[in-house]
């Protein structure tokens, strides 16, 4: 598996136009001291922290990773967060939360992750009618079928259109009114602090080619990816 946390150690959000999707959200919910959030698959708790510091709003935030728990618990601590915002170690997939019972939900780039249909299905469960899920996802501009090995994790994925991913959004009781794609320019603004990583791992003593060379290849795969066939779009819904 590979080290996320030392990968991701450069930079806050950990996918593509993860800052706009968050400032996506603030527009879309408006949230207010009042507003209770879920945020599944917080991550290093990047998203929950702006949320909640910007507007007072209560966040329960959702990470299995245990690395990524103990950066956002700190990060929540020391910028005095701790009361608005709840961690709690879980994959997403179910939720020890009561129906209808949260403003609005968010998963930023994990919901093929977390389970898509199980993901979107929790965070349609939890928020209240007339409440916003709002999710940002890998999507497909063309299918080019079967992959080989070559493609890592790419040859397992799911080739899902937006137009599909949509679908399968509503398809979990919600209606979609905004899909945004981000432009290239987000992907490498992702990359390049964990370029930064792999060079310093080449330089330091002694040096670790290995993994300098792991984190290279894979972002030289992924910028194929984009090349070839990939997007990241942000989506907006509602719960009717």
């Known amino acids: ?98 129906d209808s019972s949260l403003d609005a939900a968010y998963c930023i780039g994990g919901p093929s992750i977390v389970g898509l249909e199980p993901a ?21 501009r063309s299918k ?14 799911p080739q899902v259109t937006a137009e599909e991913y949509a679908a399968v959004i509503e398809s979990a009781g919600l209606r979609v009114t905004r899909a945004h794609t981000h432009p290239r320019s987000d992907w490498d603004d992702y990359h390049a602090p964990q370029l930064a990583v792999a060079q310093e791992a080449k330089t330091a003593t002694p040096a670790d080619v290995f993994f300098a060379d792991e984190v290279e290849s894979r972002i030289e795969l992924e910028r194929k990816m984009t090349d070839n066939w990939l997007d990241y779009t942000t989506f907006v819904a509602i719960k009717p």
């Open 1 to 98: 598996m590979p080290d996320y946390a030392r990968i991701y150690a450069k930079q806050e959000y950990l996918t593509p136009g993860a800052a706009e999707t968050v400032r996506i959200i603030a527009e879309t919910v408006q949230p207010t001291e009042a507003t209770q959030l879920l945020d599944v698959a917080s991550g290093k708790g990047e998203a929950a922290a702006t949320l909640s510091s910007q507007f007072g709003c209560k966040i329960v935030a959702v990470e299995p990773y245990e690395s990524f728990i103990h950066i956002s618990t700190a990060k929540f601590w020391f910028f005095n967060l701790r009361d608005l915002v709840t961690v709690l170690r879980a994959t997403g997939r179910r939720l020890p939360l009561r």
């Open 120 to 140: 979107l299905a929790e965070m349609a469960r939890v928020v209240r009618p007339a409440g916003h899920v709002i999710v940002s996802d890998v999507t497909w």
């Open 144 to 157: 080019p079928g079967p992959l080989g090995a070559e493609w890592n994790w790419l040859a397992d994925s």
